[in-house]
C-alpha cells in the first residue's frame, strides 16, 4: 500500500472514528453550554448505552435498529435521572461540588456495570449476522471504504443534522439557547428552566448511547471500562471546537479522530492518546476558546 493510498484509508478510518467522538463530545458542549458544568459520566452513559444495545440484540432478540433506538431513549432517561438527583441540588452551589459529583457518578456507573456484566469484554453480534453483508469499494489510488464505515459516518451525520435542526429551528432549541445565555432571566420570561435542562441532558446523553451502539457494532467488542478514554478525548474534541459550540463539537471530534489515525499512520500508534490529550494542553495554552467558541465577557 503507497502513501496515497494509506492516507486516505487512515483519512476515512479517522472520520469515521472521529464521528462517534463527535456525539460524545456534542454532550459535553451542550452541558457546559447551558450549565457550565463538566459532566464527566458523560463517557459512562456512552459505556451504558453501547451495553443495553448488546443486552436487547443478543438477550432480547430485537432488530438492530430497535436496539440502537432502544439504547437511545434508555440513556436519555437514565441522564434525567441523575440531572435530577445529583446535579439539581447542587445547582446554585459551587461548581466544584456538582463536578465533584459528576465524578462520583462516573464511577458509581463503572463499578456497575462491572458488577453486572463483569470485567470481560463482551463480544457485539457481527454487523453481517444481524444487517447486512459487508461489502467493500474502491477508491482512488488503490484504497477502500466498506459499507460498515459508510453506516457510521452516515448515522452519525444524520444525528448531528437533526440535533442542528432541534437546537436552530425548533421551540425547545430556542429555549435551550435562551437558558445559555441567562438562565435566571428566560425564566422570568416563562421557560421551565428545570425541563430545559432535562431535555439537554436526554439530548446530549441519547447521542452519547447512540454512539455506544454505533462503536460496538463497528469493532465488535464492548467493555465497562470503555467510556473513560473515549469520554476524556470527546472532551478534548469539546475543547478543541470550543466547548458550549455545538458546530464546534462536531468538527473537534473529526478532526482529533483524523489527527489520532493519522498518527498511527506514520507509526507512532503506541502515542495517540498522549498526542490527543497534547492537543489539549495545547488549545488551552493557544487559544483556550477553541476554534469555534467566543470569548465571554462578564458585566461587574
Given at each position: 500500500?503507497?502513501?496515497?493510498?494509506?492516507?486516505?484509508?487512515?483519512?476515512?478510518?479517522?472520520?469515521?472514528?472521529?464521528?462517534?467522538?463527535?456525539?460524545?463530545?456534542?454532550?459535553?458542549?451542550?452541558?457546559?453550554?447551558?450549565?457550565?458544568?463538566?459532566?464527566?459520566?458523560?463517557?459512562?452513559?456512552y459505556m451504558v448505552g453501547a451495553f443495553v444495545g448488546l443486552a436487547l440484540?443478543?438477550?432480547?432478540?430485537?432488530?438492530?435498529?430497535?436496539?440502537?433506538?432502544?439504547?437511545?431513549?434508555?440513556?436519555?432517561?437514565?441522564?434525567?435521572?441523575?440531572?435530577?438527583?445529583?446535579?439539581?441540588?447542587?445547582?446554585?452551589?459551587?461548581?466544584?461540588?456538582?463536578?465533584?459529583?459528576?465524578?462520583?457518578?462516573?464511577?458509581?456507573?463503572?463499578?456497575?456495570?462491572?458488577?453486572?456484566?463483569?470485567?470481560?469484554?463482551?463480544?457485539?453480534?457481527?454487523?453481517?449476522?444481524?444487517?447486512?453483508?459487508?461489502?467493500?469499494?474502491?477508491?482512488?489510488?488503490?484504497?477502500?471504504?466498506?459499507?460498515?464505515?459508510?453506516?457510521?459516518?452516515?448515522?452519525?451525520?444524520?444525528?448531528?443534522?437533526?440535533?442542528?435542526?432541534?437546537?436552530?429551528?425548533?421551540?425547545?432549541?430556542?429555549?435551550?439557547?435562551?437558558?445559555?445565555?441567562?438562565?435566571?432571566?428566560?425564566?422570568?420570561?416563562?421557560?421551565?428552566?428545570?425541563?430545559?435542562?432535562?431535555?439537554?441532558?436526554?439530548?446530549?446523553?441519547?447521542?452519547?448511547?447512540?454512539?455506544?451502539?454505533?462503536?460496538?457494532?463497528?469493532?465488535?467488542?464492548?467493555?465497562?471500562?470503555?467510556?473513560?478514554?473515549?469520554?476524556?478525548?470527546?472532551?478534548?474534541?469539546?475543547?478543541?471546537?470550543?466547548?458550549?459550540?455545538?458546530?464546534?463539537?462536531?468538527?473537534?471530534?473529526?478532526?482529533?479522530?483524523?489527527?489520532?489515525?493519522?498518527?498511527?499512520?506514520?507509526?507512532?500508534?503506541?502515542?495517540?492518546?498522549?498526542?490527543?490529550?497534547?492537543?489539549?494542553?495545547?488549545?488551552?495554552?493557544?487559544?483556550?476558546?477553541?476554534?469555534?467558541?467566543?470569548?465571554?465577557?462578564?458585566?461587574?
Open positions: 500500500m503507497d502513501f496515497t493510498s494509506n492516507f486516505i484509508v487512515q483519512l476515512i478510518n479517522g472520520i469515521a472514528l472521529g464521528s462517534t467522538y463527535a456525539l460524545i463530545a456534542l454532550g459535553y458542549t451542550m452541558v457546559y453550554g447551558i450549565i457550565m458544568l463538566i459532566n464527566f459520566a458523560h463517557g459512562e452513559i440484540v443478543t438477550i432480547f432478540k430485537v432488530h438492530i435498529i430497535i436496539a440502537f433506538l432502544g439504547a437511545m431513549l434508555f440513556c436519555m432517561l437514565m441522564a434525567v435521572s441523575i440531572e435530577i438527583i445529583a446535579y439539581r441540588p447542587l445547582r446554585r452551589s459551587k461548581r466544584l461540588a456538582a463536578l465533584i459529583s459528576a465524578i462520583g457518578i462516573s464511577i458509581i456507573l463503572s463499578n456497575l456495570v462491572n458488577l453486572l456484566v463483569g470485567p470481560k469484554p463482551q463480544t457485539f453480534p457481527s454487523i453481517e449476522k444481524i444487517l447486512f453483508e459487508i461489502k467493500s469499494f474502491d477508491l482512488i489510488a488503490g484504497a477502500q471504504i466498506n459499507t460498515l464505515q459508510i453506516l457510521l459516518i452516515i448515522v452519525s451525520a444524520i444525528l448531528m443534522i437533526g440535533l442542528q435542526y432541534i437546537v436552530k429551528r425548533t421551540k425547545v432549541g430556542k429555549a435551550m439557547r435562551a437558558t445559555s445565555q441567562d438562565y435566571d432571566t428566560a425564566a422570568l420570561m416563562g421557560i421551565n428552566v428545570n425541563r430545559i435542562i432535562s431535555y439537554t441532558f436526554a439530548i446530549g446523553s441519547a447521542l452519547a448511547g447512540a454512539g455506544g451502539v454505533l462503536v460496538g457494532i463497528y469493532f465488535g467488542v464492548v467493555k465497562y471500562n470503555m467510556g473513560m478514554l473515549p469520554g476524556m478525548k470527546a472532551f478534548t474534541a469539546a475543547v478543541l471546537g470550543g466547548i458550549g459550540s455545538i458546530p464546534g463539537a462536531m468538527f473537534g471530534g473529526i478532526i482529533l479522530g483524523v489527527i489520532e489515525m493519522m498518527t498511527v499512520a506514520i507509526g507512532f500508534s503506541s502515542y495517540r492518546d498522549a498526542i490527543a490529550f497534547g492537543i489539549l494542553i495545547l488549545v488551552l495554552l493557544i487559544k483556550p476558546t477553541g476554534l469555534f467558541g467566543k470569548q465571554i465577557f462578564k458585566k461587574v
